[in-house]
């Protein structure tokens, strides 16, 4: 049974800091890409942070560059989001993702989600 389960969301104040985990279980997780996306209240998910199964390259979306940091343990199957600087405009549900393609199929699994909101 496939299982991504995220953690480490909550409340914190402008300029804090939060570091996101997600649990990966039930599938070859290195071989996944890894992502995180997240929702914010009346706007469309989308993609914060992406680490490739391969060579571990990193992709961000332009808004959280610099500040956010996503890295990946295969040998404990998880993956983190550290996150720097948070502003208000990070406040969403944050979902953790995994990503494979073979020739003839796409996986892709999502976590429940955690919530962070950033305020003061």
């Known amino acids: 049974q496939v299982q991504l389960v995220e953690s480490g969301g909550g409340l914190v104040q402008p300029g804090g800091s939060l570091r996101l985990s997600c649990a990966a279980s039930?599938?070859?997780?290195?071989?996944?890409?890894m992502s995180w996306y997240r929702q914010a209240p009346g706007k469309e998910r989308e993609l914060v942070a992406r680490?490739?199964?391969?060579?571990?390259?990193?992709n961000y979306a332009d808004s959280v560059k610099g500040r956010f940091t996503i890295s990946r343990d295969n040998a404990k199957n998880m993956v983190y989001l550290q996150m720097n600087s948070l502003k208000p405009e990070d406040t969403a549900v944050y979902y953790c993702n995994a990503g494979f393609r073979n020739l003839v199929r796409i996986y892709v699994y999502w976590g429940q989600g955690t919530q962070v909101t950033v305020s003061s």
């Open positions: 039930g599938f070859a997780f290195r071989t996944y890409a």
């Open positions: 680490i490739t199964s391969t060579n571990g390259s990193t």
